[in-house]
């Protein structure tokens, strides 16, 4: 199918293109890595009145990364960010997840940030935004405002973005000395979203007792499920750990639909089962052994 006609705006400089989107309001949308708008366009999903490709804006495709963290900015594509030795050291989860994310082909063009404006709820990228208590930076002519990512889901493919906002970039925290994080998920095909999916982060303390343990579960809610599991899983080492009380804590924190990929019950049950999985690869990160 064919996109129903739209205004096509394509700014050189992120002046332009925060005056474009400003003039289109809610009738603007922002088109980046194209991976998930022209299906939507083309299955006409979408209709918006202008789209404003900011491909040709300078400086927005950095990728720093630091002692407190990994910054990304509205252009780095997916496969930029999963090949930079300096964000997998700074915060490993982002290859662990980003391998996950479609196929490399999508991964070429296809954006973090994109990612994180879309929201989809079966979508890696804000399951570890929302892990790590990461945030997305937003542009508009009024200026810029950092939303945590605690608000920036607000629902089933909706983000605190609003219209004539720009996300310029977005940062996920590096985490304390001893931490180890791991991405576990089902998808029905290879590179399909995934029916259920489990990002986790582990934090050892000095006597390499788990002293704090998280989980973001993906399809199994509106917006990304973040669990706090560190009662069940600390303060005792992970050999120690009863991983079933574990599993069966996270069955309880999450309230899944079915639909024609999976029954609500089958992947409620899933996500127990890549909780412990993700727990404890992440434990074993966290003692320096490879998973
Ligand atoms: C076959 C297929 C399989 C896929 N599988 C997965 C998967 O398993 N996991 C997964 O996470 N994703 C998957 N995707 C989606 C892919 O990761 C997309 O690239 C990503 O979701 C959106 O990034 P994008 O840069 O392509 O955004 P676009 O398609 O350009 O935009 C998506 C939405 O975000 C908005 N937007 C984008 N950037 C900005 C910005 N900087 N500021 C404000 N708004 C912005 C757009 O206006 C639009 O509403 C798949 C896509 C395809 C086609």
């Known amino acids: 199918m064919k996109p129903p006609p739209f205004d096509y705006r394509r700014p050189a400089t992120l002046g332009e293109a925060l ?10 949308k922002v088109l980046a890595g194209g991976q998930s708008l022209i ?17 040709r804006v300078p400086g927005l495709d950095g990728i720093e990364a ?8 509205a252009l780095a594509r997916h496969a930029a960010v999963e090949r930079s030795p300096g964000a997998a050291a700074a915060q490993p989860l982002l290859r662990q997840a980003l391998r996950l994310v479609a196929h490399p082909v999508i991964r070429n063009r296809g954006t973090v940030v994109g990612s994180l404006v879309h929201a989809d709820p079966a979508a890696e990228m804000p399951a570890v935004l929302a892990l790590l208590g990461g945030s997305v930076r937003l542009a508009s002519l009024g200026g810029e405002r950092e939303v945590p990512a605690a608000e920036f889901f607000t629902g089933p493919m909706e ?30 095909r290879h590179g399909d979203y995934a029916v259920a999916g489990v990002a ?15 989980v973001a579960c993906v399809s199994v809610g509106p917006v990304p499920v973040v669990a706090d599991v560190t009662a069940a899983c600390g303060p005792r080492p992970a ?9 069966a804590a996270v069955r309880d924190l999450v309230e899944p639909e079915g639909d ?10 899933l996500t127990g089962v890549l909780a ?16």
Do not use: C, K, Q
């Not at 050999?239 to 599993?247: E, G, I, L, Q, R």
């Open 39 to 55: 299906p939507l366009l083309n299955m006409r999903l979408a209709a918006p009145a202008r789209v404003v490709d900011v491909n």
């Open 66 to 73: 630091g002692p407190s963290g990994v910054r990304v900015g």
């Open 200 to 214: 986790a982060a582990i934090t050892l303390d000095d006597d390499l007792r788990i002293s704090a343990a998280r």
């Open 260 to 269: 024609i990929h999976a029954t609500a019950d089958y992947r409620r049950h």
């Open 19 to 28: 005056d474009v989107l400003a003039e289109a309001g809610p009738g603007g």
């Open 159 to 188: 983000s605190a973005a609003r219209p004539g906002e720009l996300a310029v970039s977005a940062f996920f925290p590096a985490l304390p000395a001893r931490s180890g994080t791991a991405f576990h998920e089902v998808a029905r």
């Open 239 to 247: 050999a120690s750990v009863d991983w079933d009380a574990v599993a």
């Open 276 to 291: 412990v999985r993700a727990l404890r690869d992440a434990a074993s990160a966290a003692h320096g052994e490879e998973s």
